[in-house]
């Protein structure tokens, strides 16, 4: 592994990128509330990453996209880059079945002990070849092009490129996503420390955290972030006791965080008057369905992952690199050089919330950007780089 030097996310992908709001960074592309109705998705409703209505929405703006950098070519083909095989894998599908489109994914996960890919065959509704190429480790993404390749799978300017952020082109997973975790851990740890104050005790919520952060609470917490602050919250108040909690959970006495809060609200008048107000912003916020209810949480998220992106000196060893900063994928950039070269259309998605990522008015006005604009190390295999350093690396 070596550095290759500072870059940007924002060098190979540019603004064509959404974050959970779906709000494209790009002015020029219709917003959620442009294609909603051709997309079909009722109003109220933001659509998550997974879903089949968020693939519609991305379609519609994939080729916008392409109309303002490329308006004689018409997408054929998808390629998608991600991390996950569930979520990343939900996602490819849905997209390639929304436009009728073939596609090819790369899926990675870097191990210790390299094994060959799995190829996993599909075919969509639209009669519609699909592959699945899941790798443990990122440099196999060149592997990847080559099968591709094999298959006569063109990456061109028919195809769209959907390359996901966290923990694909930053922090790849396997890799470097621990630094990301860090980041999120340490931004809920500052938003409940600083409404606890005095009474804020850090072992107890390290210890809540780290129970309530497994999968088997995922019913419980939905695997959102912010429920997991706010329950962490409460429980550091002193209104619910861990082990309580836990017991209710696994009994199914407590089976989402819905309940968990309506039952919070009950009892709202016991809480400390600061902790009441923001339990009342947040409990708004879950009733009109916003998935990105503790705001607070979220902006020191944004601030947090600022501070672990482009921290260390050029000279710092790969391995302090990937152990204290969020770096660049280099092979998942090499590759978006690449076919962005060929005339693929290159577009990001990032289930992260918008709160975590752009920066506040105020923040932005003191020259804070949004994260895909932050200069950081890129970090990659030291034997399979293709691209010019000296030409691509500011």
Known sequence: ????????????????????????????????????????????????????????????????????????AALQRLIYVG???????????????????????????????PQPPEIVEQVNHADCPLSLYLANRW?????????CDDRGFAIDKETAVIVDLDKTAL????????????????????TVGALLG????????????????????????????????????????????????????RDERMTSFEQFIEEVDEQASD?????????????????????????????????????????LDDAASVEDLLAKEIVITQEVREAALRWKARGALLFALSDKPDEASIPTPALASEGFQSIHRIETHAVGDDETSTVDVEESIR
């Not at 996950?84 to 009728?100: H, L, S």
């Not at 922090?171 to 500052?190: F, P």
């Not at 339990?279 to 916003?290: K, L, P, S, T």
Request: hydrophobic share 40%; aromatic share 10%.
């Open 1 to 72: 592994m070596k550095s290759y030097g500072r870059t940007s996310v924002h060098e190979f992908l540019g603004d064509f990128i959404v974050y959970r709001n779906l709000m494209p960074l790009d002015a020029r592309l219709p917003t959620l509330e442009d294609v909603r109705e051709q997309a079909g998705v009722p109003q109220g409703i933001t659509p998550r990453k997974s879903q089949p209505a968020y693939a519609r929405v991305i379609v519609e703006l994939l080729r916008a996209a392409r109309r303002i950098d490329a308006p004689r």
């Open 139 to 147: 440099a196999a993404i060149q592997d990847f092009e080559r099968f």
């Open 271 to 311: 809480l400390p008057a600061s902790l009441w107000e923001i339990h009342q912003r947040i409990y708004r916020r879950v009733e009109a369905g916003d998935p990105t209810p503790f705001k607070a949480f979220r902006y020191n998220e944004y601030q947090a992952t600022v501070e672990r992106m482009g921290r």
């Open 198 to 249: 005095d009474e804020f005790d850090p072992r107890a919520f390290q210890a809540a955290y780290d129970a309530l952060n497994q999968s088997a609470f995922h019913p419980f917490t939905a695997d959102n972030q912010d429920y997991l602050a706010y329950v962490c919250l409460i429980l550091g108040s002193g209104l619910y006791d861990l082990k309580v909690l836990m017991d209710r959970v």
């Open 171 to 190: 922090g790849a997973r396997g890799r470097n996503d621990h630094v990301i975790n860090q980041a999120r851990v340490e931004a809920v740890r500052r």
């Open 83 to 113: 991390d996950t095989r569930m979520n990343d894998g939900t996602a490819f599908a849905n997209i390639a079945q929304a436009a009728g489109w073939p596609g090819m994914a790369f899926i990675a996960s870097e191990k210790d002990d």
